[in-house]
């Protein structure tokens, strides 16, 4: 890159641009993703469905720290793990717009914006760490990665995903961009410790993300650099404080002592206590650990020790949110949910989705080695970088869903490597500098590209209806249509058993009961969306019994596990002896027991 051209690139002006530019990139991504958002108000997501739910039921009175979906598994219904911290702003905004419009119509325009604005928020978080850290070339890249990264701008920020993930990701990188940043220690210190805990109580998804954040302020402060022991001082000491602060906003005193691993509890607040004291210790060491042999002998025994306390208290937590459940029942979800698998599973399942999800961090990865190696300036900040890109692929290995660790690191890398490709001196080898550029360029924001031509990302196949579970045929789109499903109104109130798919959409869109939902904390919420449609008439009569189900409903033409389970026949129009059809609205079909 000249001298000319990277002037033209490193000015105020050229990043503007470049905001601009993603900006207009997420609008025609909102454009493909989302074409019925507007005019059916179909959510990307079932956990966007349930999100919505909760938020209704909030404003028509329920308590603040009454979690508890009521027309979910009645009469006792289901609890939920989320936050009423996300339903806040939520509720807020569905108040506003209910003044002009209806709130059906006034839950539309929220979830529309709330995504919209959090993006937004996302871009600029980017943008401005980059020109501070390193300069304005490196941030227009980034902003331009950030949009076209996939999984960003066509799911997580997708018109009408109010789920938390999105909140997760700008938390996640505000925090980071907190870290990065130099100057008033103190002061980013404690705001990464503030906006860490509240991210925590919103869900856990986050804890290893800022277990690594913790680590690098600790090797900083090993290697003593600048402000980096006022640094870990202010996160550990606001960790510690907001932590427990949150945990009691939102949490039932009753529920006090409850440990919990899908939430704060008990549980999280010793880590983050001790956490907190870890960092506040090694602050007040700073005058009488001088060496780096010191300080990184007090960071090991301190680390450890923290560990040896938290690891016997951690084990209940260790398997994950599934691993209280009943073995079978957890195998299910595992095998039925693709962001509950493995990376190694996925590759089983679907290599090109596999392939897709990693691809993109394996290649940063790559670059950002070399980078490294080069011997380029700010090491530091790609070293840091790097470190959250990794985290991200070791994550995957777990779980496929922990993607979302490296939205913060992901575009900040790919800006550092681009600018360093094409300024690079490639030493006379003429096609260097092209080739590699597009290569990074292509391999790290259109992964399907090379892979499978034409095949949908990962994020853009979990984002759709069926809830991104895999092994499962996914469910027709007419038979998720918000009007069909509405249709059901015209019957009176009551209790409906239907495929673990439509549980959310009831809620929503009816003022009917349900038995089955994808959610952990009642097991027998997930029996009664798969198991009860795969056997046969007899299991379903006594489900219904067990249940108190008025309705059975199922999609026409859907194959439920096989061809000759009770859920099968009835979405192929066979009456079993005991049922008799009453309903259908689109391809939905609805049965009811036959009247001695």
Not at 568 to 583: C, F, H, N, Q, Y
Request: glycine share 8%; aromatic share 10%.
């Amino acid at each position: 890159m000249t001298s000319e051209r990277r002037k033209l690139f490193d000015t105020p002006g050229s990043y503007r641009l470049a905001f601009s530019g993603a900006l207009l990139f997420y609008a025609l991504i909102q454009l493909k993703v989302a074409p019925e958002y507007l005019s059916a108000f179909r959510l990307p997501d079932i956990d966007d469905e349930m999100r919505l739910v909760m938020v209704r039921d909030q404003l028509a009175g329920q308590g603040w720290s009454d979690m508890v979906q009521y027309r979910a598994l009645p009469p006792d219904g289901l609890p939920m793990h989320w936050s009423r911290l996300v339903d806040l702003p939520l509720a807020a905004l569905t108040v506003l717009f209910s003044r002009f419009t209806d709130q059906m119509t006034a839950l539309q325009i929220t979830a529309a914006i709330w995504p919209v604005a959090l993006f937004v928020l996302y871009l600029s978080i980017i943008g401005r760490t980059m020109v501070s850290a390193i300069g304005y070339a490196q941030a227009s890249f980034s902003v331009m990665a950030a949009a076209a990264t996939p999984s960003v701008a066509s799911t997580f920020f997708a018109l009408g995903r109010v789920d938390h993930h999105n909140l997760q990701i700008v938390c996640m990188t505000a925090a980071l961009a907190l870290i990065l940043r130099s100057g008033n220690p103190v002061r980013r210190g404690m705001a990464a410790g503030l906006i860490s805990a509240f991210s925590l109580a919103v869900g856990l998804e986050t804890i290893v993300f800022f277990a690594l954040l913790g680590v690098v302020l600790s090797l900083a402060y090993v290697f003593d650099r600048p402000g980096s022991v006022e640094k870990l001082g202010g996160y550990g000491f606001a960790l510690g404080l907001f932590a427990p602060l949150f945990f009691v906003l939102q949490t039932a005193p009753q529920d006090w002592t409850v440990a919990r691993c899908d939430q704060l509890s008990p549980i999280t607040l010793a880590l983050t206590t001790l956490a907190a004291g870890f960092a506040l210790l090694l602050a007040r060491l700073r005058h009488r650990v001088r060496s780096r042999t010191m300080r990184f002998g007090l960071v090991a025994v301190l680390g450890a020790a923290m560990f040896a306390v938290l690891w016997p208290g951690l084990a209940p937590c260790r398997e994950g949110s599934f691993s209280t459940l009943p073995p079978e029942v957890a195998e299910t979800i595992r095998a039925g949910i693709s962001e509950s698998l493995s990376l190694s599973r996925m590759f089983v399942l679907s290599p090109p989705t596999a392939i897709q999800a990693v691809l993109p961090y394996l290649v940063l990865a790559g670059a950002l080695i070399l980078y490294l190696l080069s011997g380029a300036n700010r090491r530091r900040l790609a070293l840091t970088l790097l470190a959250f890109v990794l985290l991200a692929v070791a994550g995957m290995f777990y779980q496929i869903r922990t993607i979302l660790w490296g939205h913060p690191a992901l575009p900040m890398g790919f800006g550092i490597v681009m600018v360093w490709m094409l300024a690079a001196d490639w030493k006379g080898v003429r096609w260097g500098r092209p080739l590699s550029a597009t290569a990074v360029f292509v391999l790290v924001l259109f992964p399907s590209i090379p892979v499978w031509a034409g095949f949908e990302t990962f994020a853009r196949g979990g984002a759709r209806g069926d809830g991104g579970r895999a092994g499962v045929a996914p469910v027709k789109r007419s038979c998720t249509d918000p009007s069909e499903i509405a249709r059901l109104n015209g019957l009176p109130p009551s209790g409906i058993l239907a495929p673990l798919d439509f549980g959310t959409k009831l809620l929503l869109y009816t003022h009917h009961s349900v038995f089955a939902l994808p959610y952990h904390r009642r097991p027998e919420a997930y029996v009664n969306g798969t198991l009860a449609f795969y056997g046969d008439e007899a299991g379903l009569a006594a489900k219904m019994d067990e249940t108190g189900a008025d309705y059975v409903m199922v999609c026409a033409g859907m194959t439920y596990a096989s061809a000759d389970s009770i859920g099968s026949m009835l979405a192929r129009g066979e009456r079993p002896d005991g049922l008799e059809r009453i309903m259908e609205a689109g391809d939905l079909t609805v049965f009811k027991r036959k009247e001695n």
